[in-house]
């Protein structure tokens, strides 16, 4: 498996059709063009990706957070100059292993160390991603609502920290694989930290 830095508009155009086809919603090619898109190819064959999003506006911010609360937490980023974003995850899961999965992760977790940048957000609809997402020790939650009448999570991330929040990811997987082999329900990680967002408020505003 290779990672690529996808710049062309066929493979741009690729990567936004597969994304969609997974269940994922429409990307506006100019945010395509305008962020870094990540592929990851097996036997020349694109089966999985990510979008790093450089800059505010944040599509995660638009996506998983009511517009009401837009203005309020994008003043919690401090505008986001100091702010990334992996959004439009995706992959194939017939072609992708347990291997290349951890092989993707750890890759986005060296992709993610834009210069500037302290932290990264993520979000998502799905609950059991969220849980996913609020496990590594580092990860915290900054809002947790109902949008388009779905549940709805946003998480920040030290960037400092994401090579290890991807070996807690990694052992996130083996202990969920472990938890249904025994028949039961993985633990809820999805908690709003007060002492861990005084840090992140602290470090927004050094």
């Known amino acids: 498996m290779k990672v690529r830095l996808l710049k062309e508009t066929q493979d741009l155009i690729l990567y936004a059709a597969n994304y969609k086809k997974i269940g994922g919603s429409e990307i506006p ?64 899961r017939e072609a992708v292993t347990t291997a290349d999965n951890i092989f993707i992760w750890f890759n986005m977790s060296q992709k993610i160390r834009v210069k500037g940048k302290k932290f990264f957000l993520g979000g998502t609809y799905v609950k059991g991603l969220a849980n996913l997402y609020g496990y590594p020790s580092f990860a915290h939650l900054i809002s947790n609502a109902t949008v388009q009448d779905k549940s709805a999570w946003i998480f920040i991330a030290w960037r400092k920290y994401s090579v290890l929040s991807a070996i807690e990811v990694v052992i996130y997987k083996f202990k969920r694989s472990t938890y249904k082999i025994m028949g039961k329900a993985m633990p809820s990680y999805i908690t709003l930290e007060e002492d861990a967002l005084s840090k992140v408020t602290t470090e927004l505003l050094d």
């Open 29 to 92: 090619f100019e945010y395509l063009q305008d962020n870094l898109v990540y592929g990851f190819y097996k036997n020349n064959r694109l089966v999985s990706g990510f979008i790093i999003g450089i800059q505010a506006p944040f599509r995660t911010i638009s996506l998983f957070a009511p517009s009401e609360t837009h203005e309020k937490l994008m003043l919690f980023l401090k505008g986001g100059k100091e702010v990334c974003e992996v959004c439009c995850f995706w992959e194939s």
